[in-house]
């Protein structure tokens, strides 16, 4: 079976978007991908998407599902923009749900909002298996810097979204609403189950100063020198230093429009009577 991995890196976000293949049959799929969203004008922009739109075209790939590991808060899916591109279904794990639950109080939405996960056409469960070509996807949940923060593995392959960052960075956060250090630490040890060989592609990369970008890391290099989560580190040590280093974390800066839009499956809040869609800002509420 012939898998290839092709990422996108935007450095605006510092984010990686894997577009995820099939060798033998061309299938596809695409994790993770970026809407340009300026939140002093409001405006957005498909430019980074369409870098994945032309890679596609010139791969020759057929696009069958977008996927989501998570509701991001730090940058805007283009989720529905490639959906409507591909023809393709869009799926995420199953506790979206919660989030949109959660996000649907904090924003004050109405039923109008559904927070059944409707928004998107396959929401995953643990243990869930896909074909993608002749290659087979499986989900593992992997809850704790959100609720439904999802790990997509392959053969030898693992997409961990932001559970895990490289070595030298550590992991993610966990202070968002619906966070959980302890959840964190189990579900990373999950991933870390997986065989040594096993290569993590990650959702964000922050460099040290003097480091180019980089994506992905293998279960070997995590517990040999993962920062926050090298063997040896237990799980209540964990959590201390997890909280406290959130603690002292700013907010992203587009998490106010990026969940909103995210947990829409990328899709921006109905147009008022004016033809425009607005975003809510709340104030001091998180």
């Known amino acids: 079976m012939g898998l290839e991995v092709h990422t996108i890196f935007d450095e605006a976000t510092c984010n990686a978007t894997h577009i995820v293949s099939d060798t033998e049959t061309g299938k596809a799929a695409v994790v993770d991908s970026v809407l340009d969203y300026d939140p002093v004008s409001g405006r957005t922009d498909t430019k980074t998407a369409d870098k994945v739109v032309e890679y596609v075209r010139k791969a020759g790939h057929d696009v069958e599902y977008i996927f989501e590991t998570h509701v991001h808060a730090d940058h805007v899916t283009a989720g529905s923009y490639l959906k409507q591109k591909f023809g393709a279904r869009m799926g995420i794990g199953a506790n979206v749900k919660t989030v949109q639950e959660t996000f649907g109080a904090v924003f004050n939405l109405g039923p109008e909002f559904p927070r059944d996960g409707s928004q998107f056409d396959l929401l995953f469960e643990d243990g869930d298996t896909f074909p993608l070509g002749n290659l087979e996807m499986r989900i593992m949940h992997t809850p704790g810097h959100t609720p439904a923060c999802a790990t997509y593995l392959f053969d030898g392959v693992a997409v961990v979204g932001d559970t895990i960052f490289m070595p030298d960075f550590g992991t993610?956060?966990?202070?968002?609403?619906?966070?959980?250090?302890?959840?964190?630490?189990?579900?990373?040890?999950?991933?870390?189950?997986?065989?040594?060989?096993?290569?993590?592609?990650?959702?964000?990369?922050?460099?040290?100063?003097?480091?180019?970008?980089?994506?992905?890391?293998?279960?070997?290099?995590?517990?040999?020198?993962?920062?926050?989560?090298?063997?040896?580190?237990?799980?209540?040590?964990?959590?201390?230093?997890?909280?406290?280093?959130?603690?002292?974390?700013?907010?992203?800066?587009?998490?106010?429009?990026?969940?909103?839009?995210?947990?829409?499956?990328?899709?921006?809040?109905?147009?008022?009577?004016?033809?425009?869609?607005?975003?809510?800002?709340?104030?001091?509420?998180?």
Not at 184 to 202: E, F, M
Not at 231 to 260: C, H, T, W, Y
Not at 277 to 283: A, D, E, F, G, M
């Open 172 to 286: 993610a956060r966990c202070d968002f609403p619906g966070g959980d250090a302890r959840a964190l630490y189990r579900s990373i040890q999950k991933i870390l189950s997986l065989p040594n060989d096993t290569i993590l592609y990650l959702n964000h990369d922050y460099p040290p100063t003097g480091r180019e970008f980089e994506w992905k890391t293998t279960v070997a290099d995590v517990k040999r020198g993962n920062i926050h989560v090298r063997d040896g580190i237990g799980e209540d040590e964990f959590v201390v230093m997890r909280r406290a280093r959130d603690e002292k974390l700013n907010l992203p800066r587009l998490i106010l429009a990026s969940v909103q839009i995210n947990m829409r499956a990328g899709t921006l809040p109905p147009t008022e009577d004016n033809g425009i869609s607005y975003l809510k800002i709340p104030v001091n509420a998180l």
